[in-house]
């Protein structure tokens, strides 16, 4: 009995540790963005492609615009990648981005039939030994209906917002964001530590 609830409290311990860890290193990338200190880290920048409800069109003044993000971040000494979540097709075969010292492999899942056959994208990008594997999609949950998953992936964007119902941003063991709505950029954060964040941007 003793045995067991000490397995418990090592589990808990290491889900903690995991936890405080990953808010600890998501904060330093926040105060590393704040302060324009940003050497060794790699930012995904993407236009908002989402359809804004009747509020947030409303409150949106002059749209801030992809480019001007990325100027900013390469201001800041990041290395910065462009996504283009208009035209998905580009990444309908895999495409392998090159990003400082970082190989990004990008990949787009429109259907169920795209999701059973992905995993000759990942295959492909294993061999070319890519760091992160980003998959574009409408919907994560068409991953979650194939027979592999989220295998591979690292990073999920969802072009609609609806991650709602993934848990913390996460699926499986692969980072989940949804786009922002039209007008808004969105950015992710690859930390030298390979921490993951992200914001949006308006």
């Known amino acids: 009995m003793v045995f067991v609830a000490l397995i418990f409290v090592v589990i808990s311990g290491g889900i903690w540790y995991i936890n405080v860890g990953h808010n600890w290193n998501t904060a330093a990338t926040t105060i590393d963005d704040a302060t324009g200190s940003m050497e060794g880290y790699t930012a995904i920048v993407f236009d908002g492609v989402d359809i804004p409800t009747v509020e947030e069109a409303?409150?949106?003044t002059k749209p801030v615009t992809r480019y001007s993000v990325l100027a900013s971040y390469h201001e800041k000494n990041a290395t910065v990648v462009?996504?283009?979540l208009i035209n998905t097709a580009l990444y309908d075969e895999g495409l392998i981005v090159k990003a400082g010292s970082k190989r990004i492999g990008v990949l787009c899942v429109d259907s169920l039939e795209d999701a059973s056959m992905y995993q000759n994208s990942i295959r492909a990008f294993e061999r070319?030994?890519?760091?992160?594997?980003?998959?574009?999609t409408p919907d994560a949950q068409l991953l979650c209906s194939s027979s592999v998953g989220v295998n591979g992936i690292d990073i999920v964007i969802s072009t609609q917002r609806n991650t709602s119902s993934v848990l913390d941003?996460?699926?499986g063991s692969?980072?989940?964001v949804d786009s922002p709505c039209v007008g808004k950029i969105g950015?992710?954060?690859i930390s030298p530590s390979n921490v993951v964040s992200s914001k949006v941007i308006s």
Do not use: P, R
């Open 174 to 176: 692969a980072y989940c």
């Open 128 to 136: 070319q030994e890519v760091d992160f594997v980003v998959c574009i």
């Open 82 to 84: 462009s996504l283009d």
């Open 187 to 189: 950015v992710i954060l």
């Open 58 to 60: 409303a409150a949106t």
């Open 169 to 171: 941003g996460t699926l």
